[in-house]
């Protein structure tokens, strides 16, 4: 529905997803939504985040650009100071023109930046 009304107003959605990383195979996965409690006070009351499955922090941002994600993530992330985490993100209409392709483009780099090591931020090119 809120890419419709982008479409509509003309303006931007990004999705970031972020993923607490295990240190070590034995260590105990961090609980999604203790994230989700550190980072909801540094949001706009216009942006949304969730907990998802696989487990991640799902945010949605009004009005947000890709060229913007970035500086985002590294103001969230620094709240997750204790985790190594995992960062993807996309955007409409630059990088997906449809809710669906925005959120799957966002969980596909989040798992590409687990993959290679974490502490880091995918972004579609």
Known sequence: ???????RLRYCVSIACIAADRRSPEEEEPAV?????????LIRSTDVVTCWDPPCLALMLIDADV???PSIVDRLT??????????GGASYPKTATRA????HQALHMMMQAQ???GSRLYLPT
């Open 115 to 117: 993959r290679d090591g």
């Open 78 to 87: 620094t709240r997750l100071e204790m985790y190594l985490w995992s960062a």
């Open 33 to 41: 939504a203790i994230l989700a409690e550190r980072v909801t006070p």
């Open 100 to 103: 669906d392709d925005l959120f």
């Open 67 to 69: 060229a913007s994600l």
């Open 1 to 7: 529905m809120e890419i419709q009304k982008a479409q």
